[in-house]
């Protein structure tokens, strides 16, 4: 069933001159999704569960840019194995006791949670104007009960994802709507589709320092100007200088994935075993076509008082 977006909204208005972007909603319970297409053919597929972005299609809709299992499950029975999981309130596992996010999943509450979708809207600072931002909300009283129980804050959670001709930005808005201040981390968990991982660099973490997990969460610098993929890599770079980490394949830009208020980024491909050892990762062999590149702020913890916001997102560019 589809079932077009019936909400006011600038983008209804009548009769134009030339057609503006289109908004669907399919599917039903967990997963809904809704998919916005750019009259030019770009497109943008977000499943209601988890918010999680499930496609991005660029070049007038020909190229897909995000990795999707083939055995991701998509109908809210657990997180999506691929396209751009949200991670909050927690990165990782928790802390193992005594922080308030310990009771809590691996990457929290936000990627297996059902959203709702609050509408689209012209991107604020649209680029072109087919350009189509979509709104979806999540708060306290959408949790499950086991979420609200193991962690009991108030919050409102606004994710938006603002489809342009050559770009995809997904911007996180987090408030404390409570009296007690809260702790979190933050992170778009973002599997980028490419040809083959063995003719892939990733620039921009020259000088950085990173926890490296595949090595006892040890400490390194990165010291080449590109990160390449042979094996497992885990690693979690922090405070990072510039705002642009490039994914390039076979020597050519591929993307380009620009941080906004968030100064940390993972990279992580599961290589061989561990991708066989994920019942929902699929082929065996997909580890060849993804990487992540995960922007988010993870080191450490942002702190929200009564009342305040923080906002931090990326802008990820097709570079094709
Ligand atoms: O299997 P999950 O929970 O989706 O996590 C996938 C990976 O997510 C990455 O962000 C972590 O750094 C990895 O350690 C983890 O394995």
Same mark, same amino acid.
Request: aromatic content about 8%; charged content about 25%; some cysteine.
């Given at each position: ?8 909204? %600038? +983008? ?7 057609? #503006?972007?289109? !908004?669907?909603?399919?599917?039903? @319970? &967990?997963?809904? *999704? ?38 991701? %499950? +998509? ?7 691929? #396209?751009?999981? !949200?991670?909050?309130?927690?990165? @990782? &596992?928790?802390? *193992? ?224």
């Amino acid at each position: 069933m589809v079932e077009r977006a019936n909400r006011p909204s %600038a +983008l209804n208005a009548p009769a134009e001159a030339t057609p #503006g972007p289109q !908004v669907d909603i399919t599917g039903t @319970g &967990p997963s809904s *999704k809704v998919i916005a297409t750019l009259p030019s053919g770009e497109s943008v597929e977000v499943l209601l569960y988890g918010a999680t972005v499930t496609s991005w299609k660029s070049e007038g809709g020909k190229t897909e840019n995000l990795w999707l299992s083939e055995k991701a %499950a +998509l109908d809210g029975s657990k997180p999506v194995r691929g #396209g751009i999981p !949200v991670v909050f309130p927690v990165f @990782g &596992p928790p802390p *193992k006791s005594g922080h308030a996010t310990s009771s809590l999943p691996q990457h929290g509450f936000a990627r297996n949670s059902r959203w709702e979708f609050l509408g689209k809207s012209a991107a604020e600072d649209a680029l072109d104007a087919s350009s189509v931002k979509l709104d979806f909300g999540l708060s306290t009283t959408e949790l499950s009960e086991e979420a609200r129980k193991a962690w009991p804050f108030d919050f409102g959670l606004v994710y938006s994802v603002t489809l342009a001709k050559d770009s995809l930005q997904t911007v996180l808005n987090v408030r404390n709507e409570g009296e007690e201040s809260f702790e979190f981390q933050v992170l778009l968990h973002t599997y980028l589709k490419i040809s083959d991982i063995s003719k892939v660099a990733i620039n921009g973490l020259l000088g950085v320092s990173y926890v490296d997990k595949v090595l006892n969460a040890t400490t390194h610098q990165q010291s080449d100007a590109s990160v390449t993929i042979t094996g497992e890599v885990d690693r979690v770079y922090a405070s990072i200088p510039q705002d642009t980490t490039t994914v390039l394949e076979d020597g050519k830009p591929r993307f380009d994935v620009v941080r906004d208020n968030l100064s940390d980024t993972v990279v992580w491909n599961p290589w061989i075993e561990k991708a066989k050892g994920m019942g929902d990762f699929a082929p065996d062999e997909g580890y060849k076509q993804m990487v992540c590149v995960e922007v988010g702020a993870v080191d450490g913890w942002q702190k929200l008082e009564k009342g305040e916001v923080f906002e931090g997102g990326q802008t990820m560019k097709s570079l094709l």
